[in-house]
């Protein structure tokens, strides 16, 4: 089977695969266990699709962008400030609002990078605790506080915006985060910028002389890669949690930097390390339900923290060339 | 504002900034040595909750310090084992670290305060924390800087290190161990952290929290980022941090300033201090080797 056909028989067999899983309408009421699990997975697999998305984009330009955490913090925080009133096209709206709040949040670690060369991992980093106590004052003190006032939450979105909608067993949201996959794919791979952008990934002496735009090109990756999880952290606004709450998110941001090295910066790849992630913290948090294991707070960190240490380990260049050697070893003998 | 209040609130800053002045000066050897560990507020943590939990078994202020600065050693050479001898991606590596670091420790508080409490009662386990004298810390952390003030400009390991973060290629090829260096100044960094970490729960709360950090790791490593090479600007930082710090106390007890604002404060003048500090940073010290 040559790559093409193999590519073929993948992209197919997925195709069919989400087909089955969006054919198998249930009603409402009657849910399976495995088919509410489907959804949760699915629900809990968008949010780290979207902002390992992100990463993907920054890292393949030659960026350390940590700042998806903060990017999808302001995206929820835009989403909320339209979604909350009943407006027409609010939906539309919100998700553009989210998206723009994103990627405004990450130009600014762009400007600082092209104008005063500063690092962007640090700015992101730094990006991310402040936008976390500027969401946390907007729902305490701000003008988004729930017009009873009692909880620090803004009030819940009105219906029109909301986004929880289910296509058989599998979340919206997570179809609309493969929609981006698909969309970081294509400009990846298919366009004259996402060449342009891993060259100078792969090497900004080489993509200088060939006389790229990298300046030009950096700042729209940091404009594409807020966008991309500005508008993860809207959708699970509008999917999932319906209202601002004062610390929406809880290191998704981060852990798709991992999701993203996990698969190697390739956006299919990076669709199934979401999904398989998604499925550890799934278990996960039924396991923490469970009284009889009686797990302990932080265990679910633990987890996480272990697994992609693991796998760090496991695609260390240095292991991989001892495998690379152990593998070719039967082969030298055999000739020999 | 009064002499005696004045004094009052340098005396409130220097302490403040103490871990992030002792976590940045770690941080600062590593820096020089061509890594980055961004594993500074984990590991801080890990010592904040070291020191807690020693004290809590009963384990001597003495013992638990020298155990707090081995812990803080072997995450630096597990982190050094990791990034330097396996070339696992760095940042990544770090954000882990902080991320088990605040999942075990919550984990092990929550066994502590279990053992504790089935030996001596609720009392003990939540009781405040007898460490040592904040005063002597900050004593020995002026000595350390001192330390390190002389031997990495003035001595042949200190050029060498220097040397392992100018150009490590030309470093190995004039016969310097580039990567038991590194790991080396990681180690340090390490038990700097951790004690660090265990400064701050002496100093502060007298328990330990979960969390309770709060990203001053983080702006132990924005200090020395910011500070471009020069050790006298890490100071300067940490003890800047530490006078806001104290500053948000006092502000948050008049109630005039918003809290939130407050607690983004040291982010945000660390940002502006990025985007304004003179001479372009150099790229090295964030660029991730392959």
Known sequence: MNARTRRGVAFVSGIAAIALLVGLTPPASVREPWQAFVLDLTRTAAPLLFSALSITVAFRAGLFCIGAEGQLWVGALGATAVATHSVPGVLPLALVLGSCAGALLSSIAGELRERRAVPELLSTLLLNFIVAQWVASMVERGPLRESSGQLTQSD????????????????LSFLLALVAAWGVEFLLTKTAFGLRVRAAGASEPAARLAGFPIARDRRLVFLIA???????????????????????????????????????????RVVVAAIGFALIETAVKVAQTDPDLAL????????????????????????????????????????? | MSADAMLAFLVAALFAAMPILLAGLGEYVVERSGALNVGVEGTMLAGAFAAFALERLGVPPLAVLALVAGIGFAIGVGFGGLTVGLGCEPVVSGLMLNTLALGATA??????LEVVTAREGVLAASGAVAGLDPRAIVVATAVLLVVVAIVLPCTRVGLELRACGHDAEAARAAGVRVDGLRTSALALGGCLAALAGAQLLYSGPGTFVEGMTEGRGFLALAAVVCARGQLLRVVVFALAFGALTVFQFHAQSLGTWSHHLLLAAPYVVTLVALALAPGRVERRSTRVER
């Open chain 1, 296 to 336: 302990p707070d932080g265990f679910e960190r633990v987890v996480e923290a272990a697994l992609v240490i693991g796998f760090l380990v496991f695609d260390a260049p240095r292991i991989r060339t001892w495998f690379a050697r152990v593998r070719a070893r039967p082969q030298a003998e055999r000739s020999a």
């Open chain 2, 107 to 112: 984990v092990g508080f929550d066994a502590v």
């Open chain 1, 156 to 171: 819940p979105i009105v219906d029109a915006a909301r986004l929880d909608g289910v296509l058989g067993v599998v979340a």
């Open chain 1, 226 to 268: 807020g966008a991309l999880a500005g508008l993860g952290g809207a959708i699970e606004l509008l999917a999932r949690t319906q209202r601002l709450l004062p610390e929406p998110f809880d290191g998704e941001g981060y852990l798709g930097i991992a999701v993203a090295l996990v698969a190697r910066l390739r956006p299919w």
